[in-house]
């Protein structure tokens, strides 16, 4: 392409007014197939073949030796037996015949790019390159049927070599150059030809002969500054060994380049959503490929136990967001193996902090124009507590130096990462749906909508005064004396920063400091039920994660006389919102759960798409459904391995049948269901840490029965509501009758609620009063409270119908 300028500029010569140029015909080597600068074979056709075409100059085809020695040149449409003038050799890969040299009238002359007689070969400008040449140059010379460029010079054009010169870019410049001086030659021939200079042969030097080994980057033995020469010089023309190896570079190059911006920029999120993307294929094809019939129950928990390793190391190693969806996991895993629960449950573990150099830009962002010691003084320099998106530290407000406060400061990288880490959330549900047809992603849109909320802790301030508010209207003056919510300092709370009263207290994490302090467990514990079941079944607003971290307990500030324990509620970031439908429906649940009525328990799982109310009852209270037992392969276990194999799957399969069945119809499921019931079971595992020391069912009745009474007694004084015996109380008109039959409905749901409570702490009194009559007699120890006979229960079902043992501290993370 750059020779092909040379022909334009003849072309341009002979078109002008003035010009010196007649005929002009062409030599060139045929169309053929070649490699392109990918590497792949192309039909390639000269380039000065289409200029020749344009403009009707006739081509002379010789792509051989011998077809060079037939060439026979005369004035096209003469007729006459004269020849040509001039001959011009520009880039032509072949040697002309003595007796065609000889056959131009004037001479034939080359375009060389150096300066002869430097570089004389077919390569001069790559090895320019190479040796970090200043100066190269063209010349114009006469050409040697004997040996290349020894002729004697006719002209010359020195060329400056730009920084860092790359072949494409000398030779372009080369050729702007080069145009003028032919033109200026031809017309000045006669008096060019007498002022040739023969060349110094002890100046001369030489290129090499351009081949593949020639420009091959030898990547074991060139330098640096050698590989990036001849990249520069080769630029299009390396060999192709080198264009994969290049390529290859490039692609690396990128990808560190890629990587390094995701790392101080991104805080690594795309690299963490891709390791995501990675281990969650890598764990499905595991169970596609390996979770067979034939496995047994110890083949079935070595895959359990990779998964969960897998899952574990993923969370652990991307941080943030990924240890909360790795403890929602490990809070949800009764309907998982035990291995899920035992790996995952280190990740209520501390989180690691971060400098507070990185936290002070965050609290200077989230209040424009203030340094943090505008707002605090004695900031703690290391984080007093840590989670997977915040941690706090203590400090006291520079505006009443005597508060002493805890600052609760969102870690810098959250916000980069959230986007990128519900993307991979979404995507993984995707793919689990698609490869095991378990339709989860109905519940991925409420988790993101409540992760972005619980970021938010302006949101979890207002969460706390909502909290607070709904505790002064409680008619029960102990609960409302047993529980305290610091208070938020809103001059120093923003989205990203919350700051509340700092309290001292006893962490439920400690269990054990609790007793030793001489705390009661039972007194912590029904205040901390209590409060949890109102808030469930009365306020409607429900906090999302009680674990132990998030409750301390302390003596009451205004008490002096006996010790009287107050709990302190922290942490209001995810509040769950109830429906009034939801939370009628809820209470008529468990209403219905207590009195044993099968039938309304069904209709209010139908009411939530829900038409297998076993499967609904797992997912709600966490214990096993009742799967079908496969009577001969439990009976012949040990003489029929093959059969006792094919049983644990079968066990496994009907399961995961019944829950897709179950998921595929829960588009009705309310969604506070799923928080309502991390709520419970969050409280049910603080409850067994300290010794199990109430009965929690009980408690939860109590305030369900209070709950319902509370919402008849209001659809019976609304105007727009009438009492009906069937349907309970439904729209009409404003009528005492009516309002009177409401309130009636109200206090008979209530009282029959409480009756069969009482009855139910009746029984159990005379059940432990029976086992401890059996443990002085037999000298044996008995179950005597509701939770542990629960779990009891649930592992053994576990254990016969699934063919895994389950871990009985289940609820204890």
């Known amino acids: 392409e750059y020779d092909a300028k040379y022909l334009n500029a003849l072309v341009d010569e002979k078109n002008s007014v003035d010009t010196v140029i007649k005929h002009i015909e062409l030599v060139t080597i045929h169309p053929k197939k070649a490699a392109n600068a990918y590497g792949h074979v192309v039909p390639w056709e000269p380039p000065v073949n289409n200029i020749a075409k344009s403009n009707l100059i006739r081509i002379h085809l010789a792509s051989t030796e011998e077809e060079v020695e037939q060439l026979e040149f005369k004035q096209y449409g003469s007729g006459l037996d004269i020849n040509f003038d001039v001959g011009i050799v520009a880039g032509y890969p072949l040697k002309l015949p003595p007796h065609l040299v000889k056959s131009f009238r004037l001479g034939c002359f080359s375009i060389h790019n150096s300066l002869l007689p430097k570089y004389r070969g077919p390569s001069p400008v790559e090895t320019a390159i190479l040796n970090e040449d200043n100066e190269t140059g063209l010349t114009l010379s006469e050409y040697s049927p004997i040996k290349e460029d020894v002729g004697k010079i006719l002209a010359q054009v020195p060329l400056k070599m730009p920084v860092n010169p790359k072949r494409t870019q000398v030779l372009w410049f080369l050729c702007e150059l080069g145009r003028p001086m032919l033109v200026m030659a031809l017309r000045n021939l006669e008096f060019l030809k007498q002022q040739a200079l023969d060349q110094n042969e ?57 990587y390094e911006y ?38 079935l928990n070595t895959i359990h136990e990779r998964a969960a390793r897998r899952l574990l190391n ?28 035992k790996e995952l449950s280190v990740l209520y573990d501390n989180a690691p902090s971060v400098p507070v150099e990185q936290i002070a830009p965050v609290v200077e962002q989230a209040f424009a124009g203030k340094k943090l010691g505008d707002l605090f003084i004695d900031f703690s320099p290391a984080a007093v507590a840590s989670a997977s998106v915040a941690q706090v530290h203590t400090a006291r407000l520079r505006s009443d130096p005597m508060q002493r406060v805890a600052v609760k400061v969102q870690k810098p990288e959250i916000r980069l990462q959230i986007g990128w880490d519900l993307f ?56 409302q004396r047993g529980i305290y919510i610091p208070r938020v300092f809103w001059h120093a709370t923003g989205k990203q920063v919350l700051t509340t009263e700092w309290v001292d207290g006893t962490s439920l994490v400690h269990p054990e400091k609790l007793l030793d302090e001489g705390w009661a467990g039972e007194e912590i514990m029904h205040k901390m039920v209590s409060l949890f079941a109102f808030q469930i079944f009365v306020s409607g607003n429900v906090h999302g994660d009680p674990h132990p971290g998030n409750v301390l307990v302390r003596q009451h500030p205004e008490n002096n006389s006996f010790r009287e324990p107050q709990l302190v509620v922290l942490d209001h970031g995810l509040y769950v919102r109830e429906s009034r439908e939801f939370r009628r429906q809820y209470t008529e649940f468990w209403r219905a ?25 797992t997912m709600v209270s966490l214990k096993p459904p009742k799967i079908g037992r496969n009577r001969r392969s439990e009976k012949n276990r040990s003489e029929e391995s093959t059969a006792a194999k094919g049983a644990t799957y079968d066990r496994h399969m009907e399961l995961k049948g019944r829950a897709i069945a179950a998921l595929r119809d829960s588009h009705g499921l309310p969604p506070e269901l799923v928080f309502v019931t991390r709520n419970m079971n969050i409280v049910r595992a ?19 029965a209070l709950g319902l009474r509370s919402m008849l007694t209001d659809e019976a004084m609304s105007p727009a509501r009438r009492y009906s015996s069937v349907h309970g109380v439904e729209p009409s008109r404003d009528k005492l009758a009516s309002r009177l039959g409401g309130l009636l409905a109200g206090q008979w749901s209530y009282i029959s609620f409480r009756v069969v409570l009482a009855a139910a702490a009746v029984g159990m009194a005379a059940y432990r009063l029976w086992c401890r009559t059996l443990a002085l007699v037999t000298g044996r120890s008995y179950i005597t409270d509701m939770d542990t006979i629960l779990d009891d229960a649930m592992r053994r079902v576990v254990e016969r119908k699934l063919g895994y043992q389950i871990d009985t501290s289940l609820f204890s993370a």
């Open 593 to 617: 759960a207590m009195l044993g009525e099968k039938r309304a328990m069904a209709r209010v799982a139908r009411n939530w798409g829900m038409p297998d109310a076993d499967m609904f009852s």
């Open 202 to 258: 002890s100046d001369a030097s030489y290129a090499k002969e351009y081949n593949e080994d020639f420009c091959r980057i030898i990547w074991e033995k060139d330098t640096a500054e050698e590989i990036e020469r001849k990249s520069r010089a080769f630029k299009g023309k390396v060999a192709r060994s080198n264009r994969w190896i290049a390529g290859l570079g490039s692609v690396s190059i990128a990808l560190f380049s890629g």
């Open 262 to 299: 995701d790392r101080h920029f991104q805080a690594s999120a795309i690299w963490r959503t891709l390791r995501t993307f990675k281990d969650i294929a890598i764990i499905c094809v595991d169970y596609k490929v390996n979770f067979r019939e034939e496995s047994g129950a110890e083949r």
């Open 424 to 479: 991979a959330l979404r995507t993984c549900a995707r793919l689990i749906e698609y490869a095991f047809e378990v339709p989860i992603l109905w519940s991925v849109s409420e988790v993101e909508q409540r992760l972005r909320e619980e970021l938010d802790f302006e949101r979890e301030g207002n969460n706390s005064e909502l909290a607070n508010r709904d505790l002064a209207m409680l008619g029960d003056r102990s609960l």
């Open 314 to 341: 993923c969370c652990q190693e991307n941080g943030g967001l990924f240890i909360k969806f790795g403890q929602s996991i490990a809070i949800q895993s009764a309907l998982l193996p035990p291995p899920f629960r």
């Open 686 to 704: 603080n409850n067994q840490s300290l010794g199990i020391p109430v009965d929690r069912v009980q408690i939860l009745g109590q305030y369900a």
